[in-house]
Structure formats: structure tokens, C-alpha cells
């Protein structure tokens, strides 16, 4: 699996500030990019997604940055709350062929919200 | 919508016997559901895709003969761990992808494995 790579590895943020984590990818095949969110115990829940065709996709407070050149993009959470504390994971899959829809995954990231 | 369940959420086993896990996509049909180890602290680590009506795709390093899946419905996919040992301890999870042509997984809660 190609690695897609993710950091920081921990993040303190206070409570309504902005958390930014981000990733890097190498495979040029990679065209759908997800955002998981997991919890302690809990299996991993789709928070949001991007496709290389947009620059920025924004659900509610969370929001993905997309830079194709770079072969980067991040994750910004707006306004934190203490009940985001959790570990964030990146992914990346290719469309068609070989491979297609398998997630690699980066190493993840403990986002602690402090009141 | 796009629930998917795995059945047991927690199993303790003695070392040398086997274990099967279940994973159910509740309310959609899944033509592909994938097979993940996670262990403490880490990340997830794809083990192999499973495709309804054909054998898995096991990724390098992983034994198929010790994993055991299958695929026999749209809605079931099950993970059998043979001879379990303590370095097989981890928490299994599945995932399901909801519609063909969509990139959408969904992700069941996970299975904990301990192996005494």
C-alpha cells in the first residue's frame, strides 16, 4: 500500500479554538480522500470527504483543505469542543483499477480539547 | 442508514482455538467488505477484501490460511481466526462499501480479541 502521511501525531487545542491536522500523500492514483473520527473502543466514522476536484469542502464545523499540486490536504475543526476529543485518521483510495476502494490510512492523530 | 454490525463485540480465547467473527451490513446490500487489525495506539492495517460469491484478496504478510474469509452473502462477510495466539490479540474491524461504484465505507464498531 502506498503510505499517505499524517501529523501531527497529538494535538492540544482550548476549547472554541481551531484544530488543524494534516496530510500527505504520494500515489497519484489516490481520488477520494476521507476524514474518520474514532473513539476510544469504537470503530471509525466517516466525518467527511473530498474529491481531488474541489479545493475545500465544508460540513458544519469541520473542513477539508485539498492542495492537488501538493499532494496535500488537512482537516480544520472550527470552534473545538471537549466531545472532539478523539483520534483522527486521513485516508486515501484510488477510483478504478487495481486496488480500487482500499483505504490506506495515516498513523493518526489524539486530538485532546481542553476546556 | 449504511449501519453495520459485528458480532461479538468482545472475545477471550484460550491460545489454539478458533475464532469467528461477524460482520453484517444491516440495512444495505455490500459488495465489498474489507477486514481491518488495529492494535493499541496504532492505526488500521487493511488485512483483505472480501467480494460477495468469490474468494478474498489478502493483503502481503497476512495468512490466508489463518484468516479465514467469507463472503457468502450481500450482507454477511465472517473472519475466522485459526489456532489464535497471544500476538493475535487485537481489535478487528470490518467495513462495508454501500452501493457499487461508491468510494463510501461505513464501518462496523470492531471486535476486541484476547487471546490467553
Known amino acids: 500500500q502506498q503510505q499517505v502521511k499524517q501529523s501531527p501525531q497529538s494535538l492540544i487545542v482550548q476549547k472554541g479554538g481551531i484544530s488543524i491536522i494534516n496530510c500527505a500523500y504520494e500515489?497519484?492514483?489516490?481520488?477520494?480522500f476521507p476524514w474518520y473520527q474514532q473513539f476510544p473502543g469504537k470503530g471509525p466514522a466517516l466525518l467527511i470527504a473530498?474529491?481531488?476536484?474541489?479545493s475545500e469542502k465544508k460540513e458544519g464545523r469541520f473542513t477539508i483543505s485539498f492542495n492537488k499540486s501538493a499532494k496535500q490536504f488537512s482537516l480544520h475543526i472550527m470552534d473545538s469542543q471537549p466531545g472532539d476529543s478523539a483520534t483522527y485518521f486521513c485516508?486515501?483510495?484510488?477510483?478504478?483499477?487495481?486496488?480500487?476502494?482500499?483505504?490506506?490510512f495515516g498513523k493518526g492523530t489524539k486530538l485532546s480539547v481542553i476546556p | 442508514g449504511a449501519v453495520v454490525s459485528q458480532h461479538p463485540s468482545r472475545v477471550i480465547c484460550k491460545s489454539g482455538t478458533s475464532v469467528k467473527i461477524e460482520c453484517r451490513s444491516l440495512?444495505?446490500?455490500?459488495?465489498?467488505m474489507f477486514w481491518y487489525r488495529q492494535f493499541p495506539k496504532q492505526s488500521l492495517m487493511l488485512m483483505a477484501t472480501?467480494?460477495?460469491?468469490?474468494?478474498?484478496?489478502?493483503e502481503q504478510g497476512v495468512e490466508k490460511d489463518k484468516f479465514l474469509i467469507n463472503h457468502a452473502s450481500l450482507t454477511l462477510s465472517t473472519l475466522t481466526v485459526t489456532s489464535a495466539h497471544p500476538e493475535d490479540s487485537s481489535f478487528y474491524i470490518c467495513?462495508?462499501?454501500?452501493?457499487?461504484?461508491?468510494?463510501?465505507?461505513?464501518f462496523g464498531p470492531g471486535t476486541r480479541l484476547t487471546v490467553l
Open positions: 467495513s462495508a462499501r454501500w452501493l457499487a461504484g461508491s468510494d463510501e465505507q461505513f
Open positions: 500515489n497519484t492514483a489516490f481520488d477520494y
Open positions: 473530498i474529491r481531488p476536484d474541489v
Open positions: 485516508a486515501a483510495s484510488p477510483g478504478s483499477g487495481a486496488g480500487s476502494y482500499q483505504l490506506t
Open positions: 440495512d444495505f446490500q455490500a459488495t465489498t
Open positions: 472480501s467480494n460477495e460469491g468469490s474468494k478474498a484478496t489478502y
